[in-house]
């Protein structure tokens, strides 16, 4: 049981850490300040988000909703990994 709680904690882990990432393109499209490669992934989040039919969302609120959601993966994560 504790190696099936260490490997789903590993995987959440590599979810928060690309949902993460795509967080930080979303709100680097924002603005038109940020640095290419970032608004380049803020552009693969926005073909992501098309795919699974949230296109129609602002970007803001997009942005807004990967925060959230990675927030709560990352919390399940640690709630999840095995201690002591």
Do not use: C, D
Request: aromatic content about 8%.
């Amino acid at each position: 049981m504790r190696a099936l709680a260490w490997i789903l904690t590993v995987v959440l882990i590599a979810f928060v850490l690309g949902l993460a990432a795509l967080t930080l393109g979303a709100f680097a499209s924002l603005g038109s300040a940020a640095p290419l490669w970032l608004r380049s992934v803020g552009s693969l989040e926005h073909a992501i988000s098309g795919q699974l039919g949230l296109g129609t969302l602002t970007n803001f609120a997009r942005a807004v909703g990967l925060a959230v959601l990675t927030s709560a993966l990352a919390g399940l994560a640690a709630y999840i990994k095995p201690r002591g």
